[in-house]
Nanobody, 122 residues
């Protein structure tokens, strides 16, 4: 079974830092992209950071404050968040576009983690 496991995050004061970890568990053939999104109740899910063949792209709202580090050998991607603001409060999701086997066929799947709540107090 292939799935995404997220960890880290929680509660931090304004100006503080948090780190979220994302790991793809299970056997896959390769990762095409591995990204982070966030969402608040009643709002659309928004991109935070994209990681793919063209490099890393950050949302304007987090540029300069957030950073990605990955380990291809371990299928992991960490999101480092610093100088956090109350408006960064959200449920953060890791997602990955991967190639994997399903019923003996090589397929491309978009995996999503369960989400982790991160709250920044003012």
């Amino acid at each position: 079974q292939v799935y995404i496991a997220e960890s880290g995050g929680g509660l931090v004061q304004s100006g503080g830092s948090l780190r979220l970890s994302c790991r793809i568990s299970g056997s896959i053939f390769g990762i095409i992209t591995m990204d982070w999104y966030r969402q608040n109740p009643g709002k659309q899910r928004e991109m935070v950071a994209l990681s793919g063949g063209d490099g890393i792209q950050y949302a304007d709202a987090v540029e300069g404050r957030y950073g990605l580090t990955g380990d291809n050998a371990k299928n992991t991607m960490d999101l480092h968040m610093s100088s956090m603001k109350p408006e960064d409060t959200a449920v953060y999701y890791c997602t990955a576009d991967v190639r994997m086997s399903r019923r003996g066929q090589t397929v491309r799947e978009q995996l999503w983690g369960q989400g982790t709540q991160d709250t920044v107090s003012s």
